[in-house]
């Protein structure tokens, strides 16, 4: 009888759990796209907008407001500037991918961010930027022990997207049956007082949610 109340139990457990991500995916993913706006553009327009490249933060802006627009110009501004390379081809790119997925082509925002994530003439921080949105589109559908070996070297100590990585390999130990991984990397969460307070609100709602 014992047995069968821990089973219960647990089933609670997995439901509250799959509930907090259903409840939290679609913000964790809004958030992930408006970060790739804010903190891409600043960066590029900390490079580029006092130099002799200025005129591409200028298009870049200008795609933009086609973008918010909804005007049919848009996709061809984005792909001029992709194909310039530099910051502003890199912001261009995720702004592509992030349209196709809004237009419900996830495998081609995918193709994308994977063609990012190979792409050496880009820096750092946009490679690893197109693998966190690779994670954050595949979740739920992926290999989870594939995955998160690939966000491993992001959730390191100092790395910029540790917190995303960390957050979305506990789901994926979880989808692998991971209890053990998952309560590691979301007690990391909680106790980092560095992490965003929505990471860390979402790591106690999900440790609450795991089974003993």
Not at 22 to 49: H, K
Not at 160 to 181: N, V
Request: hydrophobic content about 50%; aromatic content about 6%.
């Amino acid at each position: 009888m014992t047995d069968i109340f821990r089973e219960i139990d647990e089933d609670l457990r997995r439901d509250r759990l799959e509930a907090v991500w259903r409840r939290y995916g679609t913000y964790i993913l809004a958030a992930a796209v408006a970060v790739v706006v804010a903190t891409g553009a600043y960066v590029g327009w900390q490079r580029y907008a006092e130099s002799a490249r200025a005129g591409r933060a200028a298009a870049f802006v200008g795609a933009m407001d086609l973008v918010a627009r909804k005007d049919a110009g848009a996709e061809a501004a984005l792909a001029s500037i992709a194909s310039e390379g530099g910051g502003y081809a890199a912001l261009a790119r995720l702004q592509q991918a992030a349209q196709l997925a809004k237009a419900g082509d996830v495998a081609g925002a995918t193709d994308i961010y994977e063609a990012m994530t190979g792409d050496g003439s880009l820096e750092a921080p946009f490679r690893d930027l197109a693998l966190i949105l690779i994670g954050l589109r595949g979740v739920d559908t992926a290999e989870p022990v594939a995955l998160s070996a690939r966000l491993a070297p992001l959730a390191e100590d100092g790395q910029p997207w540790r917190h995303s990585a960390r957050e979305l390999m506990a789901l994926l130990a979880q989808r692998a049956g991971d209890t053990a991984k998952a309560r590691e990397l979301l007690n990391r969460l909680v106790d980092d007082q560095e992490a965003p307070q929505g990471a860390r609100r979402r790591a106690t709602e999900l440790l609450q949610g795991l089974p003993e």
